[in-house]
T-cell receptor
Framework: EAQVTQNPRYLITVTGKKLTVTCSQN?????MSWYRQDPGLGLRQIYY???????DKGDVPEGYKVSRKEKRNFPLILESPSPNQTSLYFC???????????FGSGTQLSVL | SQQGEEDPQALSIQEGENATMNCSYK?????LQWYRQNSGRGLVHLIL?????REKHSGRLRVTLDTSKKSSSLLITASRAADTASYFC????????????FGQGTRLTINP
């Protein structure tokens, strides 16, 4: 089944404790992206990747890191999480940046 | 902003009625897409309409695009309780940042 798999689904952590949210897709997509969703602010892009070893900042990249060492995986790293990073996070992928996006199920992150 | 802006922000109708949601945007586009999000879950792609298309159908969904008015509408006919969700439009700008930009969504509630 074609899918984007995100883990974990829920995560509660404390300020400053490094964490990684994993994302994997099985559709051989070149384009992958991370979004955060906050009430009243909609979906905002954090980082995106056009292909392996090619990543670029989205609209709200501060406090986040990503890597794309393999085509299928695109982890989101929070080196020192802060409470303002409490949000619902989505990974998405597509064969082209302008085409239909496939979304993961989301990760609800709470930073205390 | 290039983002799509949905109208209304919230819509509540009776089961069996038709639901219409609108999206306006500010720039020339490659395509416009509609997504559905059930509460807290990942977005699911519904339909993509390209800039040279005026209308598209998929099951009970009908999407129109008016590039002269920079607007689109999503019509859901014969609504069902399962259609209760948030609906987002996303535009792929023709120039500038080649990425999907999402609106803030319309919250649709279908009352039994």
């Amino acid at each position: 089944e074609a899918q984007v798999t995100q883990n974990p689904r829920y995560l509660i952590t404390v300020t400053g404790k490094k964490l990684t949210v994993t994302c994997s897709q099985n559709m051989n997509h070149e384009y992958m992206s991370w979004y955060r969703q906050d009430p009243g602010l909609g979906l905002r892009q954090i980082y995106y990747s056009m292909n392996v070893e090619v990543t670029d900042k989205g609209d709200v990249p501060e406090g986040y890191k990503v890597s794309r060492k393999e085509k299928r995986n695109f982890p989101l790293i929070l080196e020192s999480p802060s409470p303002n990073q409490t949000s619902l996070y989505f990974c998405a992928s597509s064969w082209d940046i302008r085409e239909k996006l496939f979304f993961g199920s989301g990760t609800q992150l709470s930073v205390l | 902003s290039q983002q799509g802006e949905e109208d209304p922000q919230a819509l509540s109708i009776q089961e069996g009625e038709n639901a219409t949601m609108n999206c306006s945007y500010k720039t020339s586009i490659n395509n416009l897409q509609w997504y559905r999000q059930n509460s807290g879950r990942g977005l699911v792609h519904l339909i993509l309409i390209r800039s040279n298309e005026r209308e598209k159908h998929s099951g009970r969904l009908r999407v129109t695009l008016d590039t002269s008015k920079k607007s689109s509408s999503l019509l859901i006919t014969a609504s069902r309780a399962a259609d209760t969700a948030s609906y987002f439009c996303a535009v792929s700008p023709f120039q500038g940042a080649q990425k999907l930009v999402f609106g803030q969504g319309t919250r649709l509630t279908i009352n039994p």
